[in-house]
Each structure stands twice: as structure tokens, then as C-alpha cells.
Nanobody
């Protein structure tokens, strides 16, 4: 089992940056693919970025490509989401998730979820 705790959210002006962190428990963290998702009020949860177990393969939603970067530190059981050039439409609760099989953009494939961290981008 994997427990996930996100941090790093907050209020930032448009054009600014934030770095989200997700701390994972469990000795098998390095075998899990990890993903970041977000959910804005009244909207469905949507894919943001994913990374394979080694960190060698990544996947991004078109809406964040070139602005966000996902990375991981297997030695410290953490995954990160560096968010640059933030826009008001990036405002949402951001969740990290773990999948023991494969990295993807499909929320239903992920087995474990954190509680989320709020990101608010003001215009």
C-alpha cells in the first residue's frame, strides 16, 4: 500500500511559479508510476502529467506542455510538479496518484490518491 501527501500549493499571480511535492510512504515507491491530476470546481478530474517508475518517461496534457515539469526522487520517495507561467485556468485542487502497472493519463488506472493541495492563480 502507498500513502500520498501533497504539499506546495498556494496563491500565486498569473505568470508566477509553484512547485508541488508529493511524499509517498512505502518501500516500493520506486516501482510505481506516478501522476498528477487536477480538479477545478464543477469540473471533472483531469490529467496533468505522469512519469514512469524510473523517471525516464513522462507524459503531459497539452494544456500544460512546455510550462509544467514532472520529476521524481526515488531515494526520497517524492514526486514533484514544477509549474511555471501559471494561468488563472490552472486554478484547481491538484492530486498526486500512484499506479503499480504503467504511467498513463487515465485516472481510473491509478490505485492510490493523495488528498490534494489547492492551487489558486489570480489574474
Amino acid at each position: 500500500q502507498v500513502q500520498l501527501v501533497e504539499s506546495g500549493g498556494g496563491l500565486v499571480q498569473a505568470g508566477g511559479s509553484l512547485r508541488l511535492s508529493c511524499a509517498a510512504s512505502g518501500r516500493t515507491f520506486s516501482s510505481y508510476a506516478m501522476g498528477w491530476f487536477r480538479q477545478a470546481p464543477g469540473k471533472e478530474r483531469e490529467f496533468v502529467a505522469a512519469i514512469d517508475w524510473s523517471g525516464g518517461e513522462t507524459l503531459y496534457a497539452d494544456s500544460v506542455k512546455g510550462r509544467f515539469t514532472i520529476s521524481r526522487d526515488n531515494a526520497n520517495n517524492k514526486v514533484y510538479l514544477q509549474m511555471n507561467s501559471l494561468k488563472p485556468e490552472d486554478t484547481a485542487v491538484y492530486y498526486c496518484a500512484a499506479d503499480s502497472r504503467f504511467y498513463s493519463g487515465l485516472p481510473k488506472m491509478y490505485e492510490y490518491w493523495g488528498q490534494g493541495t489547492q492551487v489558486t492563480v489570480s489574474s
